[in-house]
T-cell receptor, first 112, second 115 residues
Framework: EDKVVQSPLSLVVHEGDTVTLNCSYE??????LLWYKQEKKAPTFLFML????IEKKSGRLSSILDKKELFSILNITATQTGDSAVYLC????????????FGQGTRLTINP | GAGVSQSPSNKVTEKGKDVELRCDPI?????LYWYRQSLGQGLEFLIY????????KSGLPSDRFSAERTGGSVSTLTIQRTQQEDSAVYLC?????????????FGQGTRLTVV
């Protein structure tokens, strides 16, 4: 059964700190790994990763995938209070239905 | 429409009643997904529609749950004889094609509370 585990489940830091969120997975015939940011109800897309070792970057956020060790990290530098959210990791396998398997999420709180 | 639209945004119902949740995907999106998120949990897959193909219902937790998608557009998720454990946020997402990509968008969800 496909499985995604995120850590930590909760993280509280001060504004300006750098954080690293972790996502490990087990999936049959890996196709992609996605990161979402969920502030209220609707998750919003951040990154899609398909290849190992290639960093995706958007402003202060970056992410990288390791397909050998089956994990991904999401880095946020110079955190701001607006970064406070739940960050969700999800994986998609090639076989079967095109459903994403989500992790439990990491609740990130940035204190001023 | 501009985005995925779900209604109602909040629904409180008595245990044992039936509820219908609606999802209006982005125009032209052929793939539609329903997920639910219980408090403090990740998103749980429920059902997936792709064009005219038979839906993938493998995530529906019981036969009290059903969903349909009329005319390849609007989808309705129905929960019969609701139970307290059905309380969750129900999220709908749509994308242009099979598989997840940057074109996949979520609606704002319906928060269902069964009392």
């Amino acid at each position: 059964e496909d499985k995604v585990v995120q850590s930590p489940l909760s993280l509280v830091v001060h504004e300006g700190d750098t954080v690293t969120l972790n996502c490990s997975y087990e999936v049959t015939n890996f196709r992609s790994l996605l990161w979402y940011k969920q502030e209220k109800k609707a998750p919003t897309f951040l990154f899609m990763l398909t290849s190992s070792g290639i960093e995706k970057k958007s402003g202060r956020l970056s992410s990288i995938l390791d397909k050998k060790e089956l994990f991904s990290i999401l880095n946020i530098t110079a955190t701001q209070t607006g970064d406070s959210a739940v960050y969700l990791c999800a994986v998609e396998g090639i076989q079967g239905a095109q459903k994403l398997v989500f992790g439990q999420g990491t609740r990130l709180t940035i204190n001023p | 429409g501009a985005g995925v639209s779900q209604s109602p945004s909040n629904k409180v119902t008595e245990k044992g009643k039936d509820v219908e949740l609606r999802c209006d995907p982005i125009s032209g999106h052929t793939a539609l997904y329903w997920y639910r998120q219980s408090l403090g949990q990740g998103l749980e897959f429920l059902i997936y529609f792709q064009g005219n193909s038979a839906p993938d219902k493998s995530g529906l937790p019981s036969d009290r749950f059903s969903a349909e998608r009329t005319g390849g557009s609007v989808s309705t998720l129905t929960i019969q004889r609701t139970q307290q454990e059905d309380s969750a946020v129900y999220l709908c997402a749509s994308s242009l094609d099979r598989g997840w990509s940057t074109e996949a968008f979520f609606g704002q969800g319906t928060r269902l509370t069964v009392v």
